[in-house]
Each structure stands twice: as C-alpha cells, then as structure tokens.
C-alpha cells in the first residue's frame, strides 16, 4: 500500500523559507520518478517540480523556477521541497507523489494528507 506523508509546513511571511519533507513507503521509492504538486485554495491540482529516480534530473514550473529546489534521500526514502523567497501564490497544500509533469494527477489515488503552507504578512 502507497503511504506517502508530507510535513513542514507552516505560516510564513513573503520573502521567508521553508522546507517541506515527504515520508513515502509502500512502493520502491528509489526507483521512482517523483513530483511536488500543490493545491490552492479553490483550485486544482498544480504540478510544482519533480526529480528522477537517481536525483540527478530536476524540473520545475516556471512559477518556481529559481526559488524553489527538490530533492531527495533514498536511502531514508524521502523527497524534499525547499522553497525560498516565498510569495502569496504559494499558499497550497503541498502533496507528493510518483510521477513526473506529464501525469495525470487526477488519476492518482494514495494521496497523503498535504502540508499546508500559508505566506502572509
């Protein structure tokens, strides 16, 4: 059984930092593409970047792009999302998932619980 359990979040300030964390267990993590999506508030899902198997091949949403950075420990089976320079447009629950930007997330059904994270002054 896919369990994947993401943490970190929080209430931040715009400019601020954060590092989200995602536990994932029930599959062969490392041999896994996997991705960062997020949900703002009344909208859909949002892929936000995804790294490959090894790590060594990274891509993000031009909404990203520069401030945020992925990646992951296989060995410990976890996935990491550091955001920097955080903006009012990324107030999301933040999800992680197998898959890549081509994904149909609205297809995926282990979803985790999110981490909420709210940047506000």
């Known amino acids: 059984e896919v369990q994947l359990v993401e943490s970190g979040g929080g209430l931040v300030q715009p400019g601020e930092s954060l590092r989200l964390s995602c536990a994932a267990s029930?599959?062969?993590?490392?041999?896994?593409?996997m991705s960062w999506v997020r949900q703002a508030p009344g909208k859909g899902l949002e892929w936000v970047s995804s790294?490959?198997?090894?790590?060594?091949?990274?891509g993000y949403a031009d909404s990203v792009k520069g401030r945020f950075s992925i990646s992951r420990a296989n060995a410990k089976k976890t996935l990491y999302l550091q955001m920097n320079t955080l903006r009012s447009d990324g107030t999301a629950v933040y999800y992680c998932?197998?898959?890549?930007?081509?994904?149909?997330?609205?297809?995926?059904?282990?979803w985790g619980q999110g981490t909420q994270v709210t940047v506000s002054s």
């Open positions: 029930g599959f062969t993590f490392s041999a896994n593409v």
């Open positions: 790294i490959s198997s090894g790590g060594s091949i990274t």
């Open positions: 998932a197998p898959g890549d930007r081509s994904t149909n997330w609205s297809r995926f059904a282990s």
